[in-house]
């Protein structure tokens, strides 16, 4: 059966401080994956997704990135956090080029910045 | 592109009574419907989906969602809730090129 996990789950970080979170999937090949985050009180934003290795759609602008690296890997990173940073951070993955499939969500990274 | 609305941030019901969660879209074609559960800390959990046929369609937990095209509505209802459906509820829209959008979430807290 398929997984998928992230981490760390909770990370506390300073302002200006740089950020790698990361989500891997197992039991599938060549998943879609897919970053949102989520803040206080409010509902899920897409930040990326990707549909293969080195490919990579932004949905806003902002200071983070993201990468995949390996088929089932999918990384979020940042230079310098800001304080608007905080948040949720949920990873999902999905099979198929079309929404046919559902998304799996992983379990999440509280991410707090001071 | 699709967008989703959820009018409803909150909603508070006594245990045992029924439940519905309204859900609208904006999409120019047939739309993919979904409604996920979010438990407090936790990632998200997919309760039931549309995509084509029925459009009455049963999920999980005991809940259902009809879907109505003519006013754009995908509503999520449980005749009995339960203290442990307490909850956070996204709906969520997908799109023909692999787009999803999710609502803004209805809170959900249950009265004992």
């Known amino acids: 059966s398929q997984t998928i996990h992230q981490w760390p789950a909770t990370l506390v970080q300073p302002v200006g401080s740089p950020l790698s979170l990361e989500c891997t999937v197992e039991g599938t090949s060549n998943p879609n994956l897919y970053w949102y985050r989520q803040a206080a009180g409010r509902g899920l934003q897409l930040l990326f997704y990707?549909?293969?290795?080195?490919?990579i759609s932004s949905e806003v602008p902002q200071n983070l990135s993201a990468s995949r690296p390996q088929d089932r890997q999918f990384i979020l990173s940042s230079k310098k956090l800001l304080l608007s940073d905080s948040g949720f951070y949920l990873c999902?993955?999905?099979?198929?080029?079309?929404?046919?499939?559902?998304?799996?969500f992983g379990p999440g990274t509280r991410l707090t910045v001071l | 592109a699709q967008s989703v609305t959820q009018p409803d941030i909150h909603i508070t019901v006594s245990e045992g009574a029924s439940l519905e969660l309204r859900c609208n879209y904006s999409y120019g074609a047939t739309p993919y419907l979904f409604w996920y559960v979010q438990s407090p800390g936790q990632g998200l959990q997919l309760l039931l989906k549309y995509f084509s046929g029925d459009t009455l369609v049963q999920g999980i937990k005991g809940f259902e969602a009809e879907f109505k095209r003519s006013q754009s509505s995908f509503n999520l209802r449980k005749p009995s809730v339960h203290w442990s459906d307490a909850a956070e509820y996204f709906c969520a829209v997908g799109a023909h090129n692999n787009d999803m959008r999710f609502g803004a979430g209805t809170r959900l807290t249950v009265k004992p």
């Open positions: 999902a993955w999905s099979v198929g080029a079309g929404l046919t499939d559902t998304q799996y």
């Open positions: 990707s549909v293969g290795i080195g490919q």
